[in-house]
């Protein structure tokens, strides 16, 4: 077996319960233009697929998404996050690394403003080498560009590197870069692909040796 010397995390469903905020923001735009409230069941699969896509699946078409991306985003920013928690077993996890010496990475499709605040917020900030937001990468999850990133910036190869994230786009992410993938599996509308590169857990306490 390869020693793991990197682990790169995808930020919200993996680290941070963050769909009631997300929801919610949704929900106050939707209100202004009067459209019916959403629930979890009728987003969750969007919540992943970056800011403009999601916008499009839920609020706006293509026209006006960039629009309300920006009012969504600016709510966002403004908003305090107190319905957001770590999931369980995350701050272990995280000192379970620290302390082996493992490096650690975030690669996520929000922006960078947004992932700092969402890292400062839960005080997990200081635990990362390197954060790859959409702002530094060509191309979004499902491509590797951010893999593709952190390895440079770290000069540690595919082989010592363990990916985890909740969704299929960071499953293919992984794969792209030749990454072993692990499912944190928070949520069964996600579809993930089994394979001999994927481990399967629903508590990071569980990874703990």
Known sequence: ???VKLVIFDLDGTLVDSDKTVIRLLNTIREDLNLPTLKSKDVSLYLSLG????????????????????????????????????????????????AKGIQMAIFTNKPKDLANKTLKKHSIYNFFDYIITSDDVEFKKPSPDGCYKIIKLSSIPPENIIMIGDSELDQKAASLASIKFMHHKVSSLHKIISSKNTKVFKNFNDLID
């Open 1 to 3: 077996m390869n020693i």
């Open 51 to 98: 800011g403009e896509e999601m916008i499009k699946k839920t609020i706006a078409n293509k026209i006006d998404a960039k629009k309300y991306l920006g009012i969504f985003r600016k709510k966002y920013l403004e908003d305090p996050l107190d319905g957001e928690k770590l999931f369980d077993g995350v701050i272990n996890y995280l000192n379970y690394l620290k």
